[in-house]
């Protein structure tokens, strides 16, 4: 897939979204670039501006939910394997959310 591709597929998820969200007897006709009705289109470009901050922290997470970075986290927390799983998984969700270790 390549990178146009898949820019699509996650617009067309997020329309799926809006679309949801904006109402079922709403008549939707989709454009190149959101919607021909302009007030559907003003909606469309608010909602994508509203979770644009919400889809970067999810990919940002997800990023970080690696088997190389969580590995990484344990090594400098828990080299000798001293920890208990709680403590262990504490500081892993700590250096997921950004927290110091």
Request: include cysteine; proline fraction near 2%.
């Amino acid at each position: 897939m390549t990178t146009k591709d898949k820019d699509m597929s996650e617009q067309s998820i997020e329309q799926e979204l809006f679309e949801a969200w904006y109402g079922a007897p709403r008549k939707l006709e989709r454009s190149e670039s959101g919607y021909k009705f302009m007030a559907a289109h003003t909606d469309w470009t608010t909602w994508k501006a509203a979770r644009a901050p919400l889809l970067a922290r999810i990919a940002e997470l997800e990023a970080k939910l690696d088997v190389d970075y969580i590995a990484q986290v344990i090594r400098m927390v828990d080299g000798n394997h001293s920890m208990g799983a709680g403590a262990l998984a504490e500081a892993i969700v700590d250096a997921i959310r950004g927290n110091e270790c």
